[in-house]
T-cell receptor
Framework: AQSVAQPEDQVNVAEGNPLTVKCTYS??????LFWYVQYPNRGLQFLLK??????LVKGSYGFEAEFNKSQTSFHLKKPSALVSDSALYFC??????????????FGKGTTLSVSS | EAQVTQNPRYLITVTGKKLTVTCSQN?????MSWYRQDPGLGLRQIYY???????DKGDVPEGYKVSRKEKRNFPLILESPSPNQTSLYFC????????????FGQGTRLTVV
């Protein structure tokens, strides 16, 4: 079965510093990987995705993610954190199911806290 | 504006009282799904639908029903809610291919007492 792991429940970083939110995955074929962000009392918002091609993917709000096939990782990064980046971040992988259809398999989420 | 709309946003109900959470999308997406979010567990898929009249179970379907009579609507039905269904629920839609991102509703916080 396909799975996603986010090893850190919480990441703390000072404003202006670079941030990394970690994600590793396990899939049986080519991975389709996604990052979503959830602000308090809001739904999930799409940040970026990796389908194929360049291992460095750029997304919304200055975020980027690096796909590393050998390490089966898809870490989310930002060069300079903002207080407004504080939120809950989810990594997800698309699973192709035999009975047709696809499902997003989510990690448990990482809370990012950026201090001023 | 492209969006997924869920109603209600908040709901407190009693055990055994049937309820429906509505979900509607205006993007002509074929694929829709329901997730529940619980602390420490992330999001887990309840049911999904590939198209009108085509639905199937996700990872945690027990105690839930869905229907897809129209492309834009995908209601979640709890015939006899129980306290373990207290959760935050999200509806999502997408074009359906494995490389497509999902669009999520604002969420419905359900409490069953």
């Amino acid at each position: 079965a396909q799975s996603v792991a986010q090893p850190e429940d919480q990441v703390n970083v000072a404003e202006g510093n670079p941030l990394t939110v970690k994600c590793t995955y396990s899939v049986s074929g080519n991975p389709y990987l996604f990052w979503y962000v959830q602000y308090p009392n809001r739904g999930l918002q799409f940040l970026l995705k990796y389908i194929t091609g360049d291992n460095l993917v750029k997304g919304s709000y200055g975020f980027e993610a690096e796909f590393n096939k050998s390490q089966t990782s898809f870490h989310l990064k930002k060069p300079s954190a903002l207080v407004s980046d504080s939120a809950l971040y989810f990594c997800a992988v698309r699973e192709k199911r035999p009975e047709a259809g696809t499902a997003l398999i989510f990690g448990k989420g990482t809370t990012l806290s950026v201090s001023s | 504006e492209a969006q997924v709309t869920q109603n209600p946003r908040y709901l407190i109900t009693v055990t055994g009282k049937k309820l429906t959470v509505t979900c509607s999308q205006n993007m002509n997406h074929e694929y829709m799904s329901w997730y529940r979010q619980d602390p420490g567990l992330g999001l887990r898929q309840i049911y999904y639908s590939m198209n009108v009249e085509v639905t199937d179970k996700g990872d945690v379907p027990e105690g839930y029903k869905v229907s897809r009579k129209e492309k834009r609507n995908f209601p979640l039905i709890l015939e006899s809610p129980s306290p373990n269904q207290t959760s935050l629920y999200f509806c999502a839609s997408s074009l359906g291919g494995p490389n497509t991102e999902a669009f999520f509703g604002q969420g419905t916080r359900l409490t069953v007492v």
